[in-house]
């Protein structure tokens, strides 16, 4: 079965230092990759997506993640976090021809100021 | 434009009682989904609907659960009789063809 997983499940950090998730799936087949974020009480938004083309992909908030097809990996980057981006972050998978996402178990970022 | 709404956010009830969940996605969306999430582990998929019509729902654990789709409206997921194991997060999530997800707060469910 498809799995997605995220080897960090809690991240500390002090403000400005550097972050990378990771985040490695396991299936074989062209697939769809995505972060998304939950703020503390908030809704899970998009932070970015890969579909095709760049492999270096570029979201929000100064947030960026590097498609690796060898590796089956998709590890999230930021050069210096803030304490605003404390929250917890999913990287999902969406297989070809599937409209479903498989999603990691996700981890949760704590920046101290 | 209004985002995807859930109600409630937080239920609590008891061991066998039913509760019904409510998604309202964003007006347009034929795509609605709902995921759910157990306990601090992974976010899962539970079913897809396309307007009216369920288009999967592999991921619905057992059939104590009923998604509907009202006129290809609003959702709801019924738990009847719902168990502890059912404690959890439902999240519903909507999207136009070809586009992402726009997820909604979620509702938090406990059941004691």
């Known amino acids: 079965a498809q799995s997605v997983s995220q080897h960090n499940h809690h991240v500390i950090l002090s403000e400005a230092a550097s972050l990378e998730l990771g985040c490695n799936y396991s299936?074989?087949?062209?697939?769809?990759l995505f972060w998304y974020v939950q703020y503390p009480g908030q809704h899970l938004q998009l932070l970015l997506k890969y579909f095709s083309g760049d492999p270096l992909v570029k979201g929000i908030k100064g947030f960026e993640a590097e498609f690796i097809k060898s590796k089956f990996s998709f590890n999230l980057r930021k050069p210096s976090v803030q304490w605003s981006d404390t929250a917890e972050y999913f990287c999902?998978?969406?297989?070809?021809?599937?409209?479903?996402?498989?999603f990691g178990s996700g981890t949760r970022l704590q920046v101290q100021p | 434009e209004a985002g995807v709404t859930q109600f409630p956010s937080h239920s609590v009830i008891e061991k066998g009682q039913t509760v019904t969940l409510r998604c309202d996605p964003i007006?347009?969306?034929?795509?609605l989904y709902w995921y759910r999430r157990v306990m601090g582990k992974e976010i899962k998929f539970l079913l897809h609907f396309v307007k009216e019509s369920k288009q999967d729902e592999s991921g619905m654990p057992n059939n104590r659960f009923l998604a509907e789709r009202t006129g290809g409206t609003y959702s709801t997921l019924k738990v009847q009789p719902a168990e502890l194991e059912d404690s959890g997060v439902y999240f519903c999530a909507s999207s136009e063809e070809g586009h992402g997800y726009t997820f909604g707060s979620g509702t938090r469910l406990t059941v004691v």
């Open positions: 007006s347009g969306h034929d795509n």
């Open positions: 999902a998978v969406k297989r070809t021809g599937r409209r479903a996402l498989t």
């Open positions: 299936y074989g087949g062209t697939v769809n």
